[in-house]
């Protein structure tokens, strides 16, 4: 079992529409949850952080976090050509070396249709 | 305020050369870490560093993989001899500390003929 799973996708869904991603981790210990987008031949870029159970909203995104099941999701409301790209999901996972290491998801691919 | 910088930004080399690639983090940012990042997968952890001090390179090949971060600032990244699996983009974050958000260099392309 993976320590961080995502759906690879892709994920497509019409412009103007809710963008659901998901994302599961198995350390049920770990605190600090990240989502990041990445263009095609870009570097990731922090959207959201989340470190308790419910949901936080930032602008058209939402992040939820549901510690007992182990699952964080990202909501896209309005989603628009410009978010097609691949998002990321990073848990940092307790580790023995210094508390805690950084385990990205491989990326679920978004597809916004015009 | 300045983001992570990287350079070389492309970098291509024959198989057993050597290649080494420099970070410079956001100013006040303490954690610094390298990552490794394959087409299709997601980043992974290669060392991380609080201040000066290495406190996870377990994921770090030591036999051909260095790194350093002298006076807890900048930070260099080599490889020798470097072999065709190395072939990869290489990226840089740094953070504010703990488990705080990480923000990413624009990263290195590597490419090992």
């Known amino acids: 079992q993976k320590e961080v799973e995502q759906n690879s996708g892709p994920l497509s869904v019409p412009e103007g529409a809710i963008a659901s991603l998901n994302c599961t981790y198995s350390?049920?210990?770990?605190?600090?949850f990240f989502w990041y987008r990445q263009y095609s031949g870009k570097s990731p870029e922090l959207i959201m952080s989340?470190?308790?159970?419910g949901d936080k909203e930032d602008g058209r995104f939402t992040a939820q976090l549901n510690k007992a099941s182990q699952y964080v999701s990202l909501l896209i409301r309005d989603s628009q050509p410009s978010d097609s790209a691949t998002y990321l999901c990073a848990v940092n996972s307790r580790a023995w070396v210094r508390g805690f290491k950084t385990i990205f998801g491989a990326g679920t691919r978004l597809f916004v249709k015009a | 305020e300045a983001g992570v910088v990287q350079s070389p930004r492309y970098k291509i080399i024959e198989k057993k050369q050597p290649v080494a690639f420099w970070c410079n983090p956001i100013s006040g940012h303490n954690t610094l870490y390298w990552y490794l990042q394959n087409l299709g997968q997601g980043p992974e952890l290669l060392i991380r560093y609080e201040n000066e001090e290495a406190v996870d390179d377990s994921q770090l090949p030591k036999d051909r993989f260095s790194a350093e971060r002298l006076k807890g600032v900048d930070s260099t990244l080599k490889i020798q001899p470097a072999e065709l699996g190395d072939s990869a983009v290489y990226l840089c974050?740094?953070?504010?500390?703990?488990?705080?958000?990480?923000?990413f260099g624009p990263g290195t392309r590597l490419t090992v003929t």
């Open positions: 350390d049920r210990g770990s605190q600090s």
């Open positions: 989340i470190y308790s159970n």
């Open positions: 974050a740094s953070s504010l500390g703990g488990e705080n958000e990480q923000y």
